[in-house]
């Protein structure tokens, strides 16, 4: 990467723009999810009670303010509620919190009202503001002979596994452990970098199909060449959320719009994208490691030359990859502008309700969002902490 002009950087520091070892959520060389690092230590609060298979159907209010959910029981299929001391904060997900919102009753009056729900609140941006970043697939480099292939025994490959792990190659992610931000050679917001170069070690099963398919089973510690996604963060194309019907088991219906700017900037810009990543092939560090890029067509995109613009345009539309990057259906915004939730993720005009997920983005961060949603759920506990340490304290007071 420093072949092509980036520098070592910290992508969480001043400058994002460079290169660097990924930062992950790990303990120990093992991946620590949420649940890992936050639900397990306190399992034990008698606040605490966690519901599995529960699937929540709406909200419910009482004299126009939120007082609780009611869900549907996967163990028994009945409808139960669960009521809300204080407030009611929906947590599930980009896609998922629109969508009770909308069930409930907040969202765009005339989508509500032609499914026949009663409109609580009318807050036409409810589901809007889909964002997403967009990638593509088409970039392999082939490594040489003699690098580790996939074992036909499944024994072999018990044994490399117990050697390596943990706290050898295999708690590593490999490839995926170099990441690079560019800038590009247009303007972008703020500065900040318009792509995120993925590293991914892969085998394929066959070049007949779509190249990103792995040959089954796939070991972290076996690949035989390296796939690069550029990822396009800077998007301006937008999809929505919408219901399906008022069946709160139906799935939403989901327009990611991607590469869907009118004036086709997205598709250039990732265009480029390919195009710079192709060109990693001509640096030196790619030659001594004798990386050669595959130049074998990608499936429907046969017609063109390959490397030509109208090739790698063909991919880019062809082989869309969603990075499950979304976020802003429910997004936080000044008072005078359109959005869903103000500064302290609280819905507007509908009391003791918060909606504390990536849905409340009103900007797509310029790379993973994993760290900034865990933050912001850390901001929202602090906000409810607030706001009920002070509504306690008030009541002392009087």
Not at 26 to 35: D, M, P, W
Not at 276 to 298: G, H, I, M, V
Request: net charge positive; glycine share 10%; with cysteine.
């Amino acid at each position: 990467m420093k072949d092509i002009g980036l520098d070592e950087r910290d992508p969480n520091g001043a400058v994002q723009a460079g290169v660097s070892m990924a930062q992950t959520t790990t303990i120990n060389g093992e991946r620590a999810s949420t649940n890992r690092a936050f639900l397990r230590p306190v399992r034990h609060r008698p606040n605490l009670e966690v519901r599995t298979r529960a699937h929540v159907t709406r909200v419910l209010f009482r004299r126009g303010e939120a007082s609780g959910v009611e869900y549907r029981d996967g163990y028994t299929g009945t409808l139960k509620r669960a009521y809300a001391s204080k407030e009611v904060v929906l947590s599930a997900g980009v896609m998922n919190s629109p969508q009770i919102l909308m069930l409930s009753g907040i969202g765009p009056k005339k989508h509500l009202s032609s499914l026949g729900i009663k409109v609580v609140k009318d807050l036409p941006d409810v589901g809007e503001n889909l964002m997403n970043h967009v990638s593509s697939l088409g970039i392999e480099f082939l490594l040489p002979p003699g690098w580790p292939a996939l074992p036909a025994d499944i024994n072999a490959r018990e044994q490399d596994f117990t050697h390596f792990a943990p706290g050898g190659p295999l708690s590593s992610i490999g490839p995926e452990e170099v990441t690079a931000f560019l800038r590009g050679s247009g303007p972008s917001v703020d500065g900040r970098p318009v792509w995120n170069l993925r590293f991914y070690g892969n085998i394929p099963k066959s070049r007949g199909g779509p190249v990103c398919i792995p040959a089954p089973p796939q070991d972290p510690l076996y690949y035989d060449r390296i796939l690069v996604t550029p990822v396009l963060l800077d998007c301006k194309s937008v999809g929505s959320v919408r219901l399906r019907s008022a069946d709160p088991l139906a799935p939403p219906l989901i327009r990611l719009n991607l590469l869907g700017d009118e004036p086709g900037r997205d598709l250039r810009l990732l265009v480029q994208a390919l195009q710079t990543s192709a060109a990693l092939e001509d640096t030196p560090a790619f030659q001594r490691a004798n990386l050669t890029l595959n130049r074998a067509p990608l499936p429907g995109c046969e017609q063109h030359a390959f490397g030509s613009t109208a090739y790698w345009e063909c991919a880019a539309r062809t082989h869309t990859l969603n990075t499950f990057h979304t976020a802003g259906t429910a997004r936080m915004a000044a008072p005078h502008r359109p959005g869903v939730l103000d500064a302290r993720m609280q819905v507007r005009g509908v009391p003791r309700l918060r909606v504390v997920d990536a849905s409340s983005f009103p900007l797509l961060p310029s790379g993973n969002p994993n760290a900034p949603v865990i933050m912001l759920a850390e901001r929202g506990a602090h906000f409810i902490r607030q706001t009920w340490g002070q509504a306690a304290r008030g009541a002392q007071d009087k």
